[in-house]
Structure formats: C-alpha cells, structure tokens
C-alpha cells in the first residue's frame, strides 16, 4: 500500500510538473552521452598506453652455440633476479617464423636463420625495466658491463627508447584520469543542480506537507523515486543514442582503426549497465539529499 | 467521539478567564487535564527584536479564542510557536499536557497530525484536486484507503465542498479554497483548530460563512484559536478575546455575552445583523 502510495506520488508529480521533469531528463541524457563517449575514449587511452608500456621489457640473446641445458640452466638464472614477473623463451625457430611471416622477401633472400635464441625478460612493473637491465649486466673487473652467464651472448640496451616510452604512457595515463574525475564530478554537480532547481519550485509544497504532519522520508520517497524514474529514462535514451551511434559510425571504422577494435576497450553491455547504475543514483541521491534543506520547517 | 467530551466538558465548564498577571503556581494544578493551550511566560526574540514578550495564557477544552492585535503583534508568532515552527527563546508552552520543549524533531509531525491549521493564503497543493488534498491529511498519518473514502466525503460535506470534489484549487474561489483547507486541517479531528488570519483574503459575506463553519467545529468539542485583525468581526462574534501588542498580553476578556449554545444559523444571522455595539470594545 505505501510503496504502490509513492508510486503513484512520483508519477503525478512527473506529470502535473512535466518541464522542471523534463529539465532533469535532459541533463542526465546529455551528461550519460559524455560520459558514454568519454569512458570507451579513456579505456582505449589507457589500453594504448599499457600494451606500448607491455612490449618494454629487456631481451637476452644467447649465443648461438647455446644447448638445451644452458637455456634451462640461463631461465633459472634469470627468474632468481629481482623484479622479473615471468621469462619467456623463443627459439631460433620460433623467431624466424615470426619474422619472416612480417617481411618475407626479405627473410627468403637471406636463406639461413640468423636469429639467436632469446629469453624476453618481463619486470613485474614497467618502471623496473631498468634495474633488471642493470641487474643482468653487472660490471665487470674492467669496468665494462659484463653478462651473468658465459651462455648469454648480449643483453638489448634500449635504454632512451624505455625512458621516454615511460613517460608518455604515464602522462597519458594520468592525463585521462584527470579528465575522467574532473567529468565525473561536472556529471554529479550539473545533475544535481538541475534537480535541486526542480525542487526549488516545489519547496511551498514540501512546507505545506510538512504542516499537515508529514514525516520527512513520507515527502522523500516519492521524490526519491521520481528521481530514479527520471535517471533511469535519461540514461535509457543516452544508451539508445550510444547503441545506435556503435552500430552505425563504429562499428564499421573498427576493421580500419585498431584503436577502436582495441580488447581494452569496454564491452558495450559493461558499458550500459555503468551509465544505468549512474544515472540512476546520482539523480534519486541528487533528488533526497537536495530535498533536505526544504524540508527543515 | 469529539461530540462525548463535548457534552462531558460543557457540564463542567468553568469560569473561561485567568487574569493575565495572575502568578500561577509551579505545580501541576487540577486544571491541567482541561487545557489545551497554556502559555507560561514565553518569550520570543527574532535576532534582536521581540516577537512575544513574557507570555501566560491558556485555552481549555472547547473555547472559541480569538487572538488580535495589529500586524507585528505577536499573533504570528503565537500560532508558529503552536506548531513548532519556531522555538521559544524562553519559558514553556504545552499543548494537550505535553511540553513542546520536550518534542524532538523526529516527533514533531506526529504531533503536528493533533493540530489543524488553517492559513489566510490557505497554503493548497496545487497539484491536487480538492479530494486529493484533503485525503493527504489522512495519508501522511498512514490512513488506509478505506479510511480515506469513509472519512473525506463525510467533511467535504460537512464543509459544503461535495460538488467540487475533481476541481483543483485554482479553478476555486478564496471562500472554497479556504474551506478546502478547513476541512484538510479538521479531517484527522484534531482537538485543537488553529486558524492565522483565516478570513484576511475574504469579502466579508464569505468571512461569514468560514466564520460559521468554524464555530460549527468548536461546536463538535473542538478547541479553536483564531488570529485576526477583523474587529468588527470579533465584536459580533462575542467569544473570548486575547489581545496581544508588541509581543504582551494586554486583554483577555471573555466578551460581554458568551452565549455558547447558538447555533450555527443563530450566530450567522448575528453576524449579519449591522453592529449594535460600537466597535472597538
């Protein structure tokens, strides 16, 4: 009885009050449709940013007389050094196929393979690239740096390369959550104030309710579910737009632009389901937490 | 069950005035069960100015009170003070026998649900029709739907309004929208009626008649205190007057002829008679 009492509530308000409603509509249907753009942009920013700062990581190369017990013997070796998250080996062989796969007149005119074995050493975080570069070439007596194994030929030294892809990724990483909570919150304030001017209009009737005896949660409900009805259609609309705006514009640029097609991006259902959660909680948060201070008669 | 006490309280009615300056005893004294309203020096201070200035007084079960007094008087003040609008700065009013001091803010709609309210600018929902406003009295106190179709025909009635059950407020004239809100604030039969300048927005043949229905209430067991500036009115009324001028008590007098039987229909053709008395009495 009292839930279906609410109901009722909130639908005659929607209607008998259908602009400020419809104010509130359109400003969560157009901050859900930044948001729904902004959040696949960053994901695929930050996907961009991980998989370039995934591929640093430091090669050894063994020597080509290497055998089977000094490549077993070289990844124990390898795995006992700090920060190293994992090893991983690929033969002779192995490189040869995928090289010749990516340039295969040029392979086909060098006639045998003069790739080495080679362990990719992977740090446990990109930042420690360095230290295990340093850690596998320790100075000799000469002063010269050395290799921690007679087995290993030489270590790759991309030193420049690794500083600088560092700190492009991390400033585009940071960059993006920047922009991500400055949004965010744009979202919440802009939301919240248009509910609060609805209810601004409303405020003689909250008085009037609470002159006759209402309790404070009695006038909260209805507005509160108003405000969930009102998010929850926004976002729907913004997630329509969205729906067909993937299916007409993206999807067809994905075979193109690997960007777009990148798997770090958020897959749309995910995608749906944050823009719902949110439209509906900051507008039914926005409607009982703003109700607050008209309901102090 | 208003109109039992009512039959039980006019038996015992007892002389209806306290002198204004009398020192009341501090202990509960045998009258307490009989008042509704009681005043002990109250005072009310707006940042610096006075509202209400020591103030003692006290309504019984089933008086007609009329509170006047120029604008800036203090009856505002008074009827704010009733419905815990506002607190007092100082002294203690209790209402029925509960000190309102002692209502938390959690507790004060339910004890707003025992007074009804009347304002001079009605103060409707604009959103609902005249049914729908009434019914909201009964629905913020959890009235089932039951009581609500039982209930609102019956003081719709009672308040002239059953053909105008659909219409929303706008589409009604003051005198309807001040009985729409009349019969909001008496549908829970409250035993006490506030009503702050109900007649300010009024000719004064409708005056009349919101008048006439609110001595129909008081005649139900129902304790009414009215605010107003109309003179003439409280003159040809002749109820118990407390007069209030820069936030004191300055006249509590039971008018001349307190004749508590009339009938409606009596005191509205008394009403309507021009003055016999001069005014200003």
Redesign the interface.
């Known amino acids: ?2 839930i279906g ?1 609410f109901l009722r509530e909130a639908v ?2 929607t209607r ?2 259908a602009a400020p409603s419809f104010a509130a509509l359109a400003t969560v249907l157009v901050t859900m449709l930044v948001l729904g753009v902004f959040i696949p942009i960053v994901q695929a920013t930050n996907g961009a940013a991980n998989s370039v700062r995934s591929r640093v990581l430091v090669d050894v190369y063994m020597k080509s007389s290497a055998t089977a017990a000094d490549e077993a013997r070289v990844r124990r070796e390898l795995l006992a050094v700090s920060h190293v998250k994992s090893v991983e080996f690929v033969s002779k062989q192995q490189a040869y196929a995928q090289q010749s796969k990516i340039d295969p007149q040029a392979y086909q005119l060098l006639g045998s393979n003069p790739l080495p074995d080679t362990f990719h050493v992977i740090p446990d975080s990109p930042g420690n690239v360095l230290a295990v570069r340093s850690a596998l070439t320790p100075k000799g007596p000469s002063g010269q740096p050395g290799v921690i194994d007679p087995a290993i030929g030489s270590v790759s030294n991309k030193k420049n390369d690794t500083r600088k892809i560092l700190e492009v990724t991390n400033l585009v990483t940071i960059t993006a959550a920047a922009l991500t909570v400055l949004l965010t919150l744009a979202s919440i304030l802009l939301i919240a104030n248009t509910i609060r001017l609805s209810l601004y209009a409303r405020r ?2 909250v ?10 949660w ?1 006038i909260r409900w209805p507005f509160v579910i108003e405000g969930i009805v009102v998010g929850a259609a926004g976002a729907l609309l913004a997630i329509a737009v969205l729906g067909i705006a993937k299916v007409a514009l993206l999807d067809p640029l994905a075979h193109s632009w690997t960007l777009i097609a990148a798997p770090q991006t958020i897959p749309f259902s995910a995608l749906v389901a944050i823009l719902m959660f949110a439209g509906v909680l900051v507008s039914a948060l926005g409607s009982g937490l703003s109700l607050r201070r008209f309901l102090r ?1 | 069950m208003a109109t039992s006490f009512t039959s039980r309280d006019r038996t015992r009615r007892r002389a209806p005035v306290a002198p204004v300056a009398h020192p009341r005893q501090p202990v509960r004294d045998p009258a307490d069960g009989r008042r509704v309203i009681d005043f002990r020096g109250v005072s009310k201070l707006y940042s610096g100015d006075v509202g209400l200035d020591q103030a003692t007084f006290s309504v019984d079960r089933g008086e007609f009170v009329f509170l006047v007094g120029s604008t800036g008087s203090g009856k505002s003040t008074v009827m704010r003070l009733l419905i815990k609008e506002l607190e007092p700065t100082s002294g203690t009013i209790r209402v029925a026998g509960h000190d309102l001091g002692e209502i938390t803010r959690r507790r004060v709609p339910f004890y707003r649900r025992n007074v009804g309210v009347v304002f001079q600018d009605f103060k409707l929902l604009p959103n609902r029709t005249v049914h729908d406003n009434v019914a909201y009295a009964l629905q913020v106190t959890g009235g089932s739907r039951k009581d609500i179709r039982a209930k609102v025909p019956d003081i719709l009635r009672l308040t002239g309004l059953s053909t105008k059950l659909h219409n929303y407020p706008d589409q009604l004239s003051g005198g309807e929208q001040q009985r729409v809100s009349i019969a909001r604030a008496f549908v829970n039969h409250p035993p006490l009626l506030l009503a702050d300048e109900p007649t300010g927005n009024l000719d004064p043949e409708t005056s009349i008649d919101i008048m006439r229905l609110l001595y129909r209430i008081n005649r139900t067991g129902t304790t009414v205190l009215v605010a107003t500036h109309d003179q003439a009115m409280v003159d040809k009324m002749r109820r118990r007057v407390l007069e209030l001028s820069r936030g004191r008590i300055v006249r509590d007098e039971a008018a001349g002829l307190y004749t508590r039987d009339e009938t409606t229909r009596d005191l509205a053709r008394r009403l309507r008679a021009p003055s016999t008395r001069p005014p200003g009495v």
């Open positions: 009885m009292r009492f005659r308000a008998r009050s003689r009737e008085e009037v309710m609470k002159l006759v005896g209402a309790t404070d009695f008669v």
